[in-house]
């Protein structure tokens, strides 16, 4: 297949790329390098040493003669090009991991809001919107959060996305419909999560885009079967305030 990773230069995106492409896959990463960026802004950087994409990159393809393509490409802000871009490579899938994840950085301040929403948002409509018009067929996988559930405990079993209600009509009868489990995010980057959650749910139903949405749990550690092959491929590990795994 030909898999498009959105955010592959990230702590999840780096080593999904390398497990698809050492499974045999033509894989590309698009990245604008925003979280190297948040790292100079705060004075940070990650524990583990991390090499440029480009170094990586070429690491990678030296040890395991698979190529990964990249593209420094805006998600959120470039949409022209990512149209290009998705018309060039024609990709079987994308996985869309380009968000910012910290939930409390999107906290800081107004301004971290503004670029959290600003980001994520627009990120997950772009692409979204790019695969309705180019009338692609290609199955979209979205990193999402338990979080949209938020953490209190209510004793019962959350379902897998959907829960069927019942209503009741003026007369009193009763109508059974399926809606999303309520949303109840506890920071702004959940609540962008949330957002996608109900767009991923609105183009599934309005332009039967093939679409899967996780909402996995949190996300450790700092090697993969690949990224063991060479030290310059190990991944992230963030332990600052708002990073830190």
């Not at 592959?8 to 999904?16: E, H, N, R, T």
């Not at 003669?65 to 490409?73: A, C, G, S, T």
Request: a negative charge.
């Amino acid at each position: 297949m030909r898999i498009g990773v959105f955010g592959g230069d990230g702590f999840i995106g780096w080593p999904a790329s390398l497990h698809l492409a050492n499974q045999g896959h033509e894989v590309a990463i698009i990245d604008n390098l925003s979280r190297r960026q948040i790292d100079l802004e705060l004075g940070v950087q990650s524990l583990t040493p991390i090499e440029s994409i480009q170094e990586r990159l070429k690491i990678w393809e030296r040890i395991s003669n698979r190529r990964i393509h990249f593209e420094r490409l805006d998600l959120a802000t470039e949409y022209e090009r990512v149209k290009r871009w998705l018309e060039d490579f024609e990709p079987d899938c994308v996985v869309h991991l380009a968000q910012q994840r910290a939930a409390p950085y999107s906290m800081k301040s107004d301004r971290h809001k503004a670029y959290t929403v600003n980001n994520n948002v627009n990120a997950t409509h772009n692409l979204l919107n790019a695969i309705v018009e180019l009338g692609l067929d290609v199955h979209l996988v979205h990193l999402g959060t338990m979080g949209v559930y938020g953490y209190s405990d209510i004793g019962a079993t959350i379902p897998e996305g959907y829960l069927p209600v019942q209503i009741a009509n003026d007369d009193g009868s009763l109508h059974t419909q399926e809606i999303l489990y309520p949303a109840n995010p506890g920071s702004v980057y959940h609540m962008t999560k949330c957002l996608d959650q109900l767009m991923l749910a609105f183009y599934a139903k309005n332009d039967q885009l093939r679409l899967t949405d996780l909402h996995q749990g949190i996300v450790w550690g700092t090697q993969t079967a690949e990224t063991k092959r060479h030290p310059s491929l190990i991944n992230r590990f963030d332990y600052d305030g708002e990073y830190g795994t």
